[in-house]
Structures are given as C-alpha cells and as structure tokens.
C-alpha cells in the first residue's frame, strides 16, 4: 500500500500561483504513474495531470498550459505547480498512485 501525503494548498487571489506537493512512502517513482486529481463541492472528482515513470506527462484540458506535474525522484516527492489560478480552481486537491489516495489538500482561489 502506497503512503501519500499532499500539503502545499492554501487561500491565493485570482491569477496567482501555487505549488502542491505529495510526498510519497517508498520509492514508487520508478514503478507506478502518479497523478492529481480535484474534487470542487458538488462536484465528481476530476483527473487533472499525470506523470509516468518515464517522464511522460498529460494534462486535462482545464489546466493545460497553466500547471505542471514533477516529481523529485530523490525526495520521492511529486508536484503540481498551479499558475494563473481562477476561481474555479477551488477545491481538494488529491495526490494519486497504484489504487491510493492522499488525504487532500484545500486549494481557495478568492479575492
């Protein structure tokens, strides 16, 4: 079972940046693809990006070109950098590898 962790989230105002990060147990990098994913009130859960062990990276449409998935293989750390944030960014914001989740981080994009 895959040990993850998010932290990173906060309050930010419109068209501003975040990095989310989601440390995770073992070195599962090299093995597993891992993505992020959100859930906004209301709503399903949304995939948002994903990373292969060979660097590959996919984006949903929604935030292609806005935020990019990483990881730091040292740190066995993977990371989501958020930029030019809109309102409708708000929401948990969930680390994801090999059938586990992270417990969610709290992303408020609010003036």
């Known amino acids: 079972q895959v040990q993850l962790v998010e932290s990173g989230g906060g309050l930010v105002q419109p068209g501003g940046s975040l990095r989310l990060s989601c440390a995770a147990s073992?070195?599962?990098?090299?093995?597993?693809?891992m993505g992020w994913y959100r859930q906004a009130p209301g709503k399903q859960r949304e995939f948002l990006a994903r990373?292969?062990?060979?660097?590959?990276?996919n984006y949903a449409d929604s935030v292609k070109g806005r935020f990019t998935i990483s990881t730091d293989n040292a740190k066995s750390t993977v990371y989501l950098q958020m930029n030019s944030l809109k309102p409708e960014d708000t929401a948990v914001y969930y680390c994801?590898?090999?059938?586990?989740w992270g417990q969610g981080t709290q992303v408020t994009v609010s003036s």
């Open positions: 073992g070195s599962i990098f090299s093995t597993y693809a």
């Open positions: 994801y590898a090999n059938y586990s």
């Open positions: 990373i292969t062990p060979g660097g590959s990276t």
